[in-house]
């Protein structure tokens, strides 16, 4: 009976590594979504508003997390950490949606000002 | 029975681990509740529901993912998205009340600057309406200036014409008549014996031409007063030559009249023998101071 487990380890120790490493493909798609929320972020001006930022960097950093275990073929891992650098550069990119929304209605209370002030006699 | 006690114990270890992992939720899972909380309760909630229902289903996501497989992989990775998204939702409600804030103050600047040209145009109309009036005012003042200076021009040809026909015609006396001016004004002198017989104040028929030639003179200055005097010699009496003086001046006044000169215009003296400009011991002295002069005031206003 010994014998027999010792028989049986083997193939299943490599199957539980195979089903934790392996079984899923490729996060390409997720890959992809992050990238384009990174760029997203960016491109609405995160890097200069500091929360926004921090979340930009978040995203970055779970993204280079990720890749590093899609080269070790851990793609159910590398999926989770994808789906948490697209939900961090979703959030950077409304703060700094926010942050650019909130200074065009300054500038435009500026202006109400200004006319106001022109009138004034 | 070894082995089977063996199996047994490593499954009732794993399940022991399995139920304390299913009773403490990850801390993921905890801060997106919060997050989703937090979000659901701002004040900005009601302006994004959409935001706050997918932050909802999110964290049910994850929660149905901690009940199904506990405290795994994938319950933490939902729960850390679900909290973003909560945060996300948070966020999406101020940039909906910046957005408004700025949409309100946009509306403001338009109405303010609508009202400022409506007011600047109210007072454009009212700055051209008064340009206008001032153009009329002036046009009208111009057209009365031009007919001023017309009439005026019109008045100076007139008067310059009047004193052209005035010293034409007594241009025209003085080739037959005495004509000179003195202190009285222009002074006409007609012989006494041309235009009477002796002792007599009827014009006589050959004075008659001489006497028009006066009229025509006369009749060009109708603005002015005429003066007629008669003189006479010192022969008779003061009284008899006062009298024959004024009766002869009457005479030549009334025929002046006849003529076309203004009655209103003339006034008559008789002088007598008063102011005689010869001397009386002599036959010529005599009939030059037997005359009638005619004075022509320089100024009717004066002579009046």
């Not at chain 1, 992809?32 to 921090?54: C, D, F, H």
């Not at chain 2, 919060?34 to 964290?59: D, R």
């Not at chain 2, 319950?75 to 804030?101: I, K, S, W």
């Given at each position: 009976?010994?014998?027999?487990?010792?028989l049986?380890?083997?193939p299943?120790?490599?199957?539980?590594?195979?089903?934790?490493?392996?079984?899923?493909?490729?996060p390409?798609a997720?890959?992809?979504?992050s990238?384009?929320?990174?760029r997203?972020a960016?491109?609405?001006?995160a890097?200069?508003v500091?929360?926004?930022?921090?979340?930009?960097?978040?995203?970055?950093?779970?993204?280079?997390?990720a890749?590093v275990l899609v080269?070790?073929?851990?793609?159910?891992q590398?999926e989770?950490l994808?789906?948490?650098?697209e939900?961090?550069?979703?959030l950077?990119l409304?703060?700094a949606r926010a942050?650019?929304a909130a200074?065009?209605?300054?500038k435009?209370s500026?202006?109400?000002?200004e006319?106001?002030g022109?009138?004034?006699? | 029975m070894?082995?089977?006690?063996?199996?047994f114990g490593?499954i009732?270890l794993s399940?022991a681990?399995?139920?304390?992992g299913?009773s403490?939720?990850?801390?993921?899972?905890v801060?997106?509740r919060a997050?989703?909380?937090?979000?659901?309760?701002?004040e900005?909630a009601?302006l994004v529901?959409?935001e706050?229902h997918i932050?909802?289903t999110s964290l049910?996501?994850a929660e149905?993912?901690?009940?199904h497989d506990g405290?795994?992989g994938?319950t933490?990775d939902?729960a850390y998205?679900a909290?973003?998204?909560a945060?996300?939702?948070?966020?999406l409600?101020?940039?909906?009340?910046a957005?408004g804030?700025?949409q309100?103050?946009?509306?403001?600047r338009?109405h303010?600057?609508t009202?400022?040209?409506?007011?600047?145009k109210?007072?454009?109309?009212s700055a051209e309406?008064?340009?206008?009036?001032q153009?009329q005012?002036?046009a009208?003042k111009?057209?009365?200036?031009?007919n001023q200076?017309?009439l005026t021009?019109?008045?100076r040809?007139a008067?310059v014409a009047?004193?052209?026909k005035?010293?034409?015609?007594?241009?025209?006396?003085a080739r037959?008549?005495?004509?000179?001016s003195?202190?009285?004004g222009t002074?006409?002198?007609?012989?006494?014996s041309v235009?009477f017989a002796?002792?007599q104040a009827a014009?006589?028929p050959?004075?008659?031409?001489?006497?028009?030639?006066?009229?025509?003179?006369l009749?060009?200055?109708?603005?002015?007063?005429?003066?007629?005097?008669?003189?006479?010699d010192n022969?008779g009496?003061?009284?008899?030559?006062a009298?024959?003086s004024?009766r002869?001046?009457a005479?030549v006044?009334?025929?002046?009249?006849?003529r076309g000169?203004a009655a209103s215009?003339v006034s008559v003296?008789?002088?007598g023998?008063?102011?005689p400009?010869?001397d009386?011991?002599?036959?010529?002295?005599?009939?030059?101071?037997?005359r009638v002069?005619i004075i022509?005031g320089?100024d009717?206003?004066?002579q009046n």
């Amino acid at each position: 009976m010994a014998r027999i487990s010792k028989l049986c380890a083997a193939p299943i120790a490599a199957l539980f590594m195979f089903a934790c490493s392996s079984g899923s493909p490729k996060p390409i798609a997720q890959i992809a979504s992050s990238e384009g929320a990174i760029r997203g972020a960016n491109e609405a001006g995160a890097q200069s508003v500091p929360n926004a930022k921090l979340y930009v960097q978040m995203a970055q950093e779970n993204r280079e997390r990720a890749l590093v275990l899609v080269e070790k073929d851990k793609n159910k891992q590398a999926e989770g950490l994808l789906m948490r650098s697209e939900a961090d550069a979703e959030l950077a990119l409304a703060i700094a949606r926010a942050d650019r929304a909130a200074r065009d209605a300054g500038k435009a209370s500026e202006r109400v000002e200004e006319l106001k002030g022109s009138v004034t006699p | 029975m070894k082995i089977s006690n063996g199996i047994f114990g490593s499954i009732l270890l794993s399940l022991a681990v399995t139920a304390c992992g299913a009773s403490r939720p990850p801390a993921e899972l905890v801060d997106a509740r919060a997050a989703y909380a937090k979000a659901q309760a701002s004040e900005t909630a009601s302006l994004v529901p959409a935001e706050i229902h997918i932050a909802q289903t999110s964290l049910d996501t994850a929660e149905r993912e901690f009940k199904h497989d506990g405290n795994s992989g994938r319950t933490r990775d939902l729960a850390y998205v679900a909290m973003r998204v909560a945060q996300r939702a948070e966020v999406l409600g101020t940039l909906a009340v910046a957005r408004g804030n700025a949409q309100s103050a946009e509306r403001d600047r338009e109405h303010l600057q609508t009202t400022i040209i409506s007011d600047q145009k109210s007072k454009l109309q009212s700055a051209e309406g008064a340009i206008q009036e001032q153009n009329q005012e002036l046009a009208k003042k111009q057209a009365e200036l031009q007919n001023q200076r017309q009439l005026t021009e019109a008045e100076r040809t007139a008067r310059v014409a009047a004193e052209q026909k005035v010293k034409d015609a007594m241009d025209a006396l003085a080739r037959s008549t005495s004509v000179k001016s003195d202190t009285r004004g222009t002074v006409i002198t007609l012989s006494g014996s041309v235009l009477f017989a002796t002792n007599q104040a009827a014009i006589l028929p050959g004075a008659q031409t001489q006497l028009n030639q006066v009229a025509e003179a006369l009749k060009t200055q109708a603005e002015r007063h005429f003066t007629i005097e008669g003189h006479t010699d010192n022969q008779g009496t003061d009284t008899v030559n006062a009298a024959l003086s004024e009766r002869r001046a009457a005479a030549v006044r009334d025929y002046l009249v006849v003529r076309g000169v203004a009655a209103s215009a003339v006034s008559v003296k008789g002088v007598g023998a008063s102011r005689p400009i010869a001397d009386n011991k002599t036959t010529e002295g005599r009939a030059m101071n037997r005359r009638v002069e005619i004075i022509v005031g320089n100024d009717a206003s004066a002579q009046n």
